[in-house]
């Protein structure tokens, strides 16, 4: 299968595509919806689905609270296997060492309800009673 990757310097397309190419997202309509909503930025700037991302530029792409930086060396508008998806971007050493620290703390954050099942107990219920009325 013939997957053209431009890498030359000015080579563009638009940025949810480019996402959706790369395998940020599954599909264009979620690469579109999170640009919409200023998940993508480039250069720093939030822009719009339709916006043209360039060989060269520095893109932030938010995914589940986690922020990634990348540089783009390609543009594909189609969507290859993820090993060629990978050639079309660097991610920057800051921000792969933020994400491997944001995954550990969240290996090792527990959520304070989460040994919490169903409704609270007549004993429970009292001590959220005695917290309410001290507060």
């Known amino acids: 299968m013939n997957h053209k990757i431009s890498t030359e310097p000015g080579a563009k397309l638009r940025i949810d595509k480019w996402l959706w190419a790369a395998r940020f997202f599954k599909t264009r309509s979620l690469a579109a919806n999170a640009v919409e909503k200023g998940h993508a930025r480039i250069g720093g700037a939030s822009v719009k689905p339709a916006k043209e991302v360039r060989v060269g ?54 959520e304070p309800a989460a040994t919490l099942h169903g409704r609270p107990t007549k004993r429970d219920r009292r001590t959220i009673d005695k917290f309410s009325r001290e507060g």
Not at 62 to 73: A, F, H, K, P, S
């Open 57 to 110: 530029d520095r893109v932030e792409i938010e995914i589940e609270r986690v922020v990634w930086q990348v540089e783009v060396l390609g543009v594909c508008d189609v969507r290859g296997p993820a090993s060629v998806a990978q050639t079309l971007y660097a991610e920057t050493e800051e921000s792969r060492a933020k994400r491997q620290a944001e995954l550990e703390r969240r290996k090792t954050y527990r």
